[in-house]
């Protein structure tokens, strides 16, 4: 069965880091790149990174740009968000998923497969 755990979310001050990972069951991860969205109350859920199957290859949407890395360690079935600088509005579910074809996309209908989430809040 296909899983993707989130981890890593809190509360942090305005100004400070997190490190998010993603860990991956039930298929071979390598074979897939990954991506990082997230999700305030009442918006659209919005891209943030995404990952190509080597990580050689990163994407990031315009707000996250020089703040936040994405990176992956394919032994350990393994993705992470490193986020610095963080603001207020970065205050949102963060979820990982699995790019379901052969390009890496930044739209949320090209993943297949979903985590649960989990929750980062920002104080400012």
């Known amino acids: 069965q296909e899983q993707l755990v989130e981890s890593g979310g809190g509360l942090v001050q305005a100004g400070g880091s997190l490190r998010l990972s993603c860990a991956a069951s039930?298929?071979?991860?390598?074979?897939?790149?990954m991506g990082w969205f997230r999700q305030a109350p009442g918006k659209e859920r919005e891209f943030v990174a995404a990952?190509?199957?080597?990580?050689?290859?990163?994407f990031y949407g315009d707000s996250v740009k020089a703040r936040f890395t994405i990176s992956r360690d394919n032994a350990k079935n393994t993705v992470y968000l490193q986020m610095n600088s963080l603001k207020p509005e970065d205050t949102a579910v963060y979820y990982c998923?699995?790019?379901?074809?052969?390009?890496?996309?930044?739209?949320?209908?090209?993943?297949?497969?979903w985590g649960q989430g989990t929750q980062v809040t920002v104080s400012s």
């Open positions: 998923a699995r790019n379901g074809g052969l390009v890496v996309v930044t739209t949320a209908i090209g993943y297949d497969t």
């Open positions: 990952i190509s199957w080597s990580g050689g290859s990163t």
């Open positions: 039930g298929y071979t991860f390598s074979n897939y790149a």
